[in-house]
């Protein structure tokens, strides 16, 4: 094996990572990071985590305080049933569990070459001021799915230059800025993260829990369950929450009334109710269709020609959609309905993968044109389905990021900088 630069002696690199929720949890995220962990463990890596015993969805129900799965050593943390779903249980879990991580950095002996936090719970990428501050050799590493108090203030729950929103800045940059790597999902994400001088940044997506070795193929059947006859499906498939918006899309909807596209939500989240609400019985080429199991996503997915997705204004570098990428996956463009400054609408424009939505008549009149054209089109629409999977497996797989992140691990510990 190669000698491992930081340490000058041949033997597997270890890294520590804190994340809330990690697998058996099937949150997004938690199979995200759960991805990572292992595909570093076959990468040669010594991997440890240390994710909550709790479920996030169950507060209840327990997972072993020690296991290992697929190569990862899983140390839990142990901490009381505060419910994920309330404002005041996040803000405890999220202390609970800040607190153990960073009394972890305390603890005697030799501890990992690289320690990894995210960005669940929030702030506690506070983690790693802990650790720099325990003078321990470990590199520093931040993933950030979110930017607080960011995400908070676009979400209302914070005021804009507030004495809160200052304090919960400064903590959080605190945490960043000790940070000797500092990965971002988006450009317009890393535009709003406070690394320090001379940290390592990355721009490193998540992946789609779904990859084929194609496009995938349209299913008749839920095709026809989705969309009828109609000669262009459109199709909003994921959470519908604070950071999303429908106003862009049922007008463009109700642009091409009659024209034989539909458009189809399959969601859940908070602003659903909001959303069904906003469709009329005028909507007659809108429609609502019920979440399916994992084991059907690519068989629903793979029913549309085009896929929705849409972010605020507000929240652009907050937070950056994920639909973006399993759209691509699936081999279909997007239609990002959002700021053009923001990641989806930044890739969509660099590479040709598909149309960017803004609320104003111009914009809603030239994605209505370009769906037309699409509709028309089915050599074109086989084109960008082409265009949009290769593009995924060039840019965003599974494979691609991990192994761009062993590299950059690998490159940190080689630099063998400290501060």
Not at 337 to 344: H, I, K, L, R
Not at 384 to 395: D, F, I, Q, T, V
């Amino acid at each position: 094996m190669k000698k491992n630069g930081f340490h000058g002696q041949a033997r597997r690199p270890s890294i520590l990572v804190l994340y809330h929720f990690l697998p058996p949890d099937d949150v997004v995220s938690a199979r995200i990071f759960g991805d990572l962990c292992e595909g570093l463990a076959a990468r040669g890596w010594s991997v440890e985590a240390r994710p909550s015993n709790r479920s996030c969805f169950d507060a209840g129900a327990r997972h072993p305080g020690r296991e290992v799965r697929n190569e990862v050593s899983y140390h839990r943390v142990r901490r009381p049933a505060f419910a994920q779903g309330s404002g005041g249980g996040r803000v405890m879990n999220a202390l609970w569990m800040t607190a153990a991580w960073s009394a972890g950095a305390l603890r005697p002996g030799r501890g990992p070459d690289v320690v990894l936090v995210g960005t669940d719970p929030i702030l506690s990428v506070i983690t790693l001021a802990a650790y720099r501050l325990s003078r321990r050799p470990a590199r520093r590493v931040h993933w950030a799915f979110d930017v607080y108090p960011d995400a908070a203030v676009a979400d209302g729950a914070v005021r804009e230059g507030s004495l809160l929103a200052r304090l919960l800045a400064r903590v959080a940059a605190a945490g960043v800025k000790a940070a000797h790597l500092v990965a971002d999902i988006g450009p317009c994400m890393r535009e709003r993260l406070p690394a320090a001088p001379g940290a390592l940044r990355e721009t490193l997506p998540p992946w789609a829990l779904h990859e084929s070795a194609a496009p995938l193929e349209a299913d008749p059947e839920e095709r026809r369950r989705l969309f009828g006859d109609a000669r262009l499906g459109v199709l909003y498939s994921g959470t519908f929450g604070r950071a999303h918006s429908h106003e862009e899309l049922l007008a463009l909807a109700r642009r091409l009334r009659g024209t034989g596209i539909r458009f189809a939500f399959s969601v859940r989240g908070n602003r659903e109710a909001e959303l069904r609400a906003a469709v009329t019985a005028d909507d007659e080429n809108v429609s609502f269709a019920p979440f399916v199991e994992e084991g059907d996503l690519a068989r629903r997915l793979g029913a549309a020609d085009v896929h929705a997705v849409s972010l605020k204004p507000s929240w652009t570098g907050t937070v950056v959609p994920s639909k973006f990428q399993a759209a691509l996956a699936a081999g279909r463009p997007v239609l990002f309905a959002g700021s053009p400054e923001a990641s989806p609408a930044r890739w969509i424009a660099e590479m040709g993968l598909g149309y960017t939505l803004a609320s104003d008549p111009v914009s809603i009149e030239t994605a209505a044109a370009a769906l037309l054209r699409l509709a028309d089109d089915p050599t074109a629409r086989a084109t960008l389905n082409a265009r949009c999977h290769a593009a995924y497996a060039e840019r965003f797989s599974r494979e691609r990021t991990i192994a761009a992140w062993d590299a950059a691990l690998r490159e940190l510990l080689d630099a063998g900088t400290s501060r």
